[in-house]
C-alpha cells in the first residue's frame, strides 16, 4: 500500500468507527434522546410511575374545558391511537389549538396527566389565510350530506 | 495532460488569482438573490394561517441552518482532502470555512430561539434538534480553537482535520434528528423528497434565500482563502510579486 492509500483507509476507517459508535451511543440512550413519549407509549407503561416526564400528540378536536375564573384547563391527548386526559394550570403558548400538536411536562396522577408546563408543537406545512379558509370550507362542504 | 487543471488547484499562486478574479460574481449574485428573496419573504409572501407574520423568521432560520450543515460538510471533506493527499490548499480551505460556518449556526441556533419564544412557548429545550445543533457550534468553535492553539502550522492543519472529519458524523444526525426521534422541532417542509409543504409564494423567496446564502457562502469563502494563503506563503516570492504589482 501506498502511504496515501494508508490514509485514505486510515480517515475512511476513523469515520466508520465514529458513526458505528455513534450509533451505539444513541440507540443505547435512545429513551433519552426522545424528547417526549406518546399516549401509546404512556398506556402500555413504558414511563415507570411517578416519574416525571414529557407527553406529546394531537390535542383532541373538541377537548378543552377551561375552569371559569382560573387558568385551569384540561384536554385530552390523542396519538389516534390512545388518549391521556390532561390538567394544567397556567398560561398556554399563542399556537396551542385544538387539533394541534403539543408537548406537556409533568407526570401522572392516576388516570390523569398533570402537566405543569405546555408547548405548542407546530407542524411543517404552511399556507396563506385565505387557503387555510377555502380548504376548511371545502372539508365542511364534503362533510354535510349530498354536498359533493 | 488532462489532469494539469486539478493539479492547477493546488497551487497557491493559481487559486489566489483565481479567487480574486471569481469573488466579485459571487458577491453580486448573492447580494441579488438575498435582496430579491427578502423582499418576496418580507413583503410580498402571504403571512401564515397560524403563525401570521412570525413565520417569516423562516426567511432567515432555515437558510442559515442549511448552511451550517452544508459548510461544515465542505470543510470536512476540504480536511479529509488535505489529510489523505497532503494538499496545503485543502487545509487552509478548511480553516477558511470554520468562521463562517459557525456565524451561520449562531444565526440559526438565534433565529429559531426567537421563532420558538412566539410558537411554542419557550426559547430552548434539550430537544434532539436543537441538542444537536448546539454541538455543532461547539464543533466549529472546537476546531478553530484547537487551529490556534498550536504554533506550527502543519500540525495545526493535521490535528484539526481529524477533528473536522470526526464530526461529520454530526451531520446527519441533525438532518435526521426530527425524524429519528420525537422532537418539539418540526419535519423539514423543503428538504425532503415529497412535495414541499408551501404554496410557491412562501416557497420561491426560501429557495432565492437558501441559493443566496450559498453564493453568499462562496464568496465569503473566497475572501478568506486569500487571506489565509497570504498568512502561510507570506515568505513566497511570488507573493511580494503579487502584492507589489
Redesign the interface.
Known sequence: MTPRRKRLVLVLGIIAGVSVAGALALSAFRQNVTFFFDPTQVTSGAVATGERFRLGGMVTKGSVQRAPGSLEVHFVVTDFKHDVPVSYTGVLPDLFREGQGVVAHGKMSGTTFVADEVLAKHDEKYMPPEVAKSLKKRQAESATPGGA | MAWTWFHRLGSPPYIYGLAARLTPWFAWLAAVLIIGGLYGGLILA??????GDD?RI?YVHAPSAWMSLMVYSTMAISA?VG????IKIAHAAAASCAPIGASFTFAALVTGSLWGE?????YW????RLTSELILLFLYLGYMGLRSAMDDMQRADRASA?LA??G??NVP?IHYSVLW????H????VMQLAKP???P??LIPLLMMLFGFTVLFVALLLVRLRAEILNRERAASWIREAVTQ
Open positions: 402571504p403571512p401564515d394561517y397560524q403563525q413565520f423562516i479529509g489529510l489523505i493527499w497532503r412566539r410558537m411554542w412557548g419557550t429545550e434539550w430537544d434532539p481529524v472529519v470526526v461529520i458524523v444526525i426521534w420525537n422532537s418539539l418540526q419535519a423539514p417542509s409543504t408551501m404554496p409564494s412562501m
